[in-house]
């Protein structure tokens, strides 16, 4: 796809999100739009899987880490086809199959039930040594909010993936510098992020998080890297195309109003 294509994705995955939160009145917009060009390039060119057969034992595998910003996974899901858009609106309703995390058995295209932030890596390099293990080409990508690094258990898989050569994973950190109190680096600094993979034995590199250009050449480049697992950190800006969200960490988990709604969705629609 042109640049400007996947710009007209992203844009509509930010409606999905914007949608989805405030029809279930409930639900994590700020982390969901910093990542909506990510899931757009992921899910519009660089994964390979079909939702025409979802569950294809040789399709590429992701992992939504942070589990919670599902609302822009699932608009990227409904937008390439896996299920009807209108469904979107049945966000985190009684009965739905689209929950407030994403759910393996009730819903096509996720490949992995993740919500406990920190485990959903974990089990992404469960399926890409198993892929060396059963001489599979798919690859696995796992998305990672630069607030969840903060858990114990990122690093363990880290170690793990870097000792283990695990050259067809890639980890994906969405770096908008905020989490639910605020500040990571207040809160809980894991700068310098790179610093910290490249002792893990990962191969690093550096990108503006909303560039599709330089995200078609980190995912290149990760392709090409052999013998180590690579890792994206991607600069993002948390809220990424409504203006009273962007950079706000009161809209991590948090739904807009009627008036919200109506405010972030004309100015999504006038872009």
């Known amino acids: 796809m042109t640049n400007e294509q996947l710009a007209e994705k992203a844009l509509e995955i ?16 700020g982390g969901s739009l910093s990542a909506a060009d990510l899931f757009t390039f992921l899910y519009f060119e660089e994964l390979n899987v079909d939702p025409k057969n979802p569950d294809d034992p040789d399709r590429d595998r992701f992992v ?9 996974l699932y608009g990227a899901l409904a937008e390439r ?14 009965g739905s199959y689209l929950q407030g995390h994403p759910d393996m058995k009730g819903t ?12 959903g890596v974990s089990a992404a390099n469960g399926m890409a040594i198993s892929a060396k293990i059963y001489h599979k080409d798919y690859r696995v990508y796992t998305l990672l909010g630069d607030g969840e690094i903060e858990e114990g258990q ?8 870097g000792s283990h050569h695990l050259d067809n994973i890639c980890y994906i950190v969405d770096n908008n510098n905020l ?64 203006s009273f969200m962007e950079n706000n960490a009161g809209w991590h988990g948090k739904a807009p109003n009627e008036e919200e709604y109506n405010i972030a969705m004309k100015e999504l629609s006038n872009v």
Request: charged share 25%.
């Open 14 to 29: 930010r409606k999905d999100i914007i949608e989805e939160v405030f029809h279930a009145s409930s639900g994590h917009p």
């Open 64 to 72: 939504l880490s942070k589990g919670h910003t599902c609302p822009g």
């Open 81 to 94: 086809g896996f299920f009807p858009k209108e469904d979107l609106k049945t966000f985190r309703h009684i």
């Open 108 to 119: 096509p295209g996720i490949d992995m039930s993740s919500g406990s932030l920190g485990q």
């Open 179 to 242: 989490q639910i109190d605020g500040e990571i680096s207040s809160v809980n600094s894991p700068y310098p992020i790179d610093k910290k993979f490249e002792a893990f034995n990962f191969h690093t590199i550096n990108i503006n998080g909303h560039d599709f250009d330089e995200m078609r050449r980190a995912f290149a480049e990760a392709k090409a890297t052999k013998g180590m697992p690579t890792v994206i950190i991607a600069k993002t800006i948390k809220g990424k195309g409504v």
């Open 154 to 161: 990122v690093w363990e898989a880290a170690m793990f993936a």
